[in-house]
């Protein structure tokens, strides 16, 4: 969760053009929270806040590896306000994780037999076609699909 803005805080050059979209993804995390999961699974209930937040982590590593729109000093910042996941964003760069979803789909301690989650299997190798994952709701992440 980012830190509260207090007027401590310098934000560097840059901020003024990636801070609408910030904090419309703040505002939809918060609604996501607060939102009532009557009737949903336990898991279920979560799946809304792992998409924002993959979508705010998505949006800060595209404008700085792809777009090349933001500054390192931007990109540094937005990871130590923790407006963006670090360790989600490594795996990304790493070959073979560019469309992880989240960590838990790869930490093999949440799963039976210490394998990875199975949105991460490839679609043309799967049985069933359509699948989510416990963990997130996601329906595919493997980098071959």
């Known amino acids: 969760m980012p830190k509260i803005k207090t007027s401590r805080v310098s934000y560097p050059e840059g901020w003024e053009l990636i801070e609408p979209t910030i904090r419309e993804l703040d505002a939809k995390m918060r ?32 404008l700085y590896y792809r777009r090349k729109e933001i500054s390192q000093k931007l990109y540094e910042f937005c990871l130590d306000q923790g407006y963006a996941d670090r360790n989600l964003i490594a795996k990304w760069k790493k070959p073979g994780y560019e469309r ?11 799963h039976n037999f210490a394998t990875t989650c199975v949105c991460r299997v490839p679609k043309h190798l799967r049985e069933e076609q359509v699948i989510e994952c416990v963990h997130c709701g996601c329906r595919g992440c493997a980098s071959g699909d």
């Open 100 to 110: 992880l979803c989240c960590l838990r789909c790869i930490q093999t301690r949440d």
């Open 31 to 62: 609604e996501a929270e607060n939102d009532p999961h009557n009737g949903k699974r336990k898991c279920e209930a979560l799946w809304p806040i792992f998409r924002i937040s993959h979508q705010r982590s998505r949006y800060i590593y595209d």
